[in-house]
């Protein structure tokens, strides 16, 4: 397994783009190698990217609850007032793909904490939507009930604590010690699922972030996005080892090829 940045990066970027069903077309990694390099702005890409969609910004309503959904429709409150759900789902996916490129190329300079974790999802999605990196108010149940908005802050804080004690995973050279500390705390923040929508996206490259900090590379490019969409499930119910038989293959020290 590869463990050269560009490349990493850009098998990142492929299995998200995998993970929702789609094909990384020859015109779209070309666009993520020259923001990965530099060589193209996010907002550049993103500007023109809102041309092509003829996206217009003044049809969102500042009355509108940010945290809501349009009636009647399964789309979030957004910059574009989009209440077709393909569009906004397709929208949501290319703009923040763009910024999920720029995190890779220029990590945000904080401490692996929850404020890091909000800051990412801002970042991803304030392009598009107004809730981007608030905390939800509402409950939410996809493949089982995430954690009660109302104890959301006072969980956060325990196990970013927790994770702050473990040295936020640096110092492990075990690969099998580092990957079963990875799945556990992978698991923990999904279960708490802070935000109203792209819970997964965050916590992945916040992890993949750790990953690299502490001198391991996750090649995401040999993960099936629906086994690992499968473990996470499983870990959801208390049962790592789906999650950490999936880390396993794909977890590996940077070491090993240098």
Same mark, same amino acid.
């Given at each position: ?117 909000? +800051?990412? $999802?801002?970042? *991803?999605? @304030? ?9 939800? /108010?509402?409950?939410? !149940? ?48 999904? +279960?708490? $699922?802070?935000? *109203?929508? @792209? ?9 993949? /972030?750790?990953?690299? !900090? ?45």
């Amino acid at each position: 397994m590869k463990t050269d940045w560009l490349y990493c990066s850009l098998d990142y970027l492929r299995f998200t783009v995998e993970a929702d069903g789609e094909k990384l077309s020859d015109e779209l990694a070309d666009q993520f190698s020259d923001i990965l390099k530099g060589d193209l702005k996010a907002e550049k890409a993103i500007a023109d990217y809102i041309r092509y969609e003829n996206l217009d910004s003044s049809l969102y309503n500042g009355s509108d609850d940010e945290m809501s959904y349009y009636p009647e429709t399964r789309c979030l409150v957004n910059y574009f007032g989009i209440k077709d759900k393909p569009l906004l789902r397709r929208v949501d996916k290319r703009i923040s793909s763009y910024r999920t490129a720029e995190l890779l190329a220029k990590p945000l300079s904080m401490p692996f904490n929850f404020d890091h974790l909000v +800051a990412i $999802h801002s970042h *991803l999605f @304030g392009d598009i939507y107004p809730s981007a990196g608030m905390i939800r /108010t509402s409950s939410s !149940k996809k493949h089982r009930e995430y954690c009660q908005p109302e104890y959301i802050t006072s969980s956060a804080e325990r196990l970013f604590d927790n994770l702050r004690q473990s040295k936020y995973l640096m110092g492990i050279s075990d690969v099998d010690d580092f990957v079963n500390e990875l799945a556990y705390y992978m698991g923990e923040v999904e +279960a708490l $699922h802070p935000f *109203l929508d @792209g819970n997964g996206r965050s916590t992945r490259l916040f992890f993949d /972030t750790i990953a690299h !900090k502490a001198g391991y590379v996750i090649g995401w490019g040999s993960s099936d996005p629906d086994h690992f969409l499968e473990a996470n499930v499983a870990a959801l119910e208390g049962d790592y080892q789906a999650l950490i038989d999936v880390l396993e293959e794909i977890v590996i020290p940077v070491a090993e090829e240098e």
